[in-house]
């Protein structure tokens, strides 16, 4: 099993930055084999933000935010960070961050919400 905590979530100004925290625990987390960000605005389904692949550090990032999002992580450990910058409105949702382990589980984390007033 694998526990995952993000932290970071605030009210903010269209334009501002913010960064999120991630960071999984538990037995199972020597199997991550990714970690990454996925959001849900009120009355839409949860989409994909980005990821980083463990092996290699790659990453791949949801249209809507490239070039404005970067997901780093810690040297040591499972902690990932979201770097949300330029941020506009509709990027307002609640942001979930998602640890992959192999054997295709996924884990969630409770959420945490983000905020952009115009």
């Known amino acids: 099993q694998v526990q995952v905590q993000e932290s970071g979530g605030g009210l903010v100004q269209a334009g501002s930055s913010l960064r999120l925290s991630c960071s999984a625990s538990?037995?199972?987390?020597?199997?991550?084999?990714?970690m990454g960000w996925f959001r849900q605005a009120p009355g839409e389904e949860r989409e994909f933000v980005g990821r980083?692949?463990?092996?290699?550090?790659?990453?791949d990032y949801a249209d809507s935010v490239k070039g404005r999002f970067t997901i780093s992580r810690e040297k040591v450990g499972y902690t990932v960070y979201l770097r949300m910058d330029s941020l506009k409105p509709e990027d307002t949702a609640v942001y979930y961050c998602?640890?992959?382990?192999?054997?295709?589980?996924?884990?969630w984390g409770q959420g945490t919400q983000v905020t952009v007033s115009s």
């Open positions: 998602a640890v992959d382990t192999l054997g295709s589980n996924r884990f």
């Open positions: 538990g037995r199972s987390t020597y199997t991550t084999v990714a």
């Open positions: 980083m692949r463990w092996s290699g550090g790659t990453t």
